[in-house]
């Protein structure tokens, strides 16, 4: 399965150093575009590598809880480093937060986030500010910080309305509480909300999928 077996977490450590330490050309290759004016529209993602549950079908690694309830602050840093360069003076066209699940994050802390961006750079007024999220943590309150911060996009990790295979997959929540997550989304404003949605999971029947289409369709 693997071509070469490391016998000691020394051997492993090295070659982690070896792949993982900083290229210089690469670095400055970087910071030559970082310290030119943009050329192009921009877009700034925010990675958020947390979940409170993780998927039955998710194969990423899974970070130290701890270090969640600091990462609002580990991002305030980035943004005011990455903030002084010139190539960041033009106006923002997106700003897109990925994950893991980034509203994993107290609502407190998205509230943060969203306000140092909104101080530190330039966003146009009709920029995409898109998050992901699952259906459990939109509450009110989340929902509330979202569209304080001017986030006007959500994709939402749903994979299925189905109960029984909610659970299969490891998603909280039933499928009725999942549906009605996304209704008040759209209500409260956000209507460019998709979904994600999984098939051909093991034991769905056609007849599920088709009762997942007509959930998503009404």
Known sequence: MYTTRYKSHHDAARKLKELYTLDQPKDAYLRSILNGQAKSRRAIYIHVPFCNKVCSFCPFHRPDRLKRREYHKY?????????????????????????????????????????ELRQSFSIRENAEISVESSATELTDEMLGVLLEGGVNRLSIGIQTFQDKARKLLGRRGSGGQAAERVANAIRSGIMNTSIDLIYNYPGQSLEALKEDLSVIKE
């Open 75 to 115: 991002l305030t840093e980035e943004i005011h480093r990455i903030r002084e360069y010139p190539y960041m003076d033009a106006p923002i066209d997106a700003i897109n937060f990925g994950g893991g699940t980034p509203t994993s994050l107290l609502p407190e802390q998205m509230r943060i986030i969203l306000a």
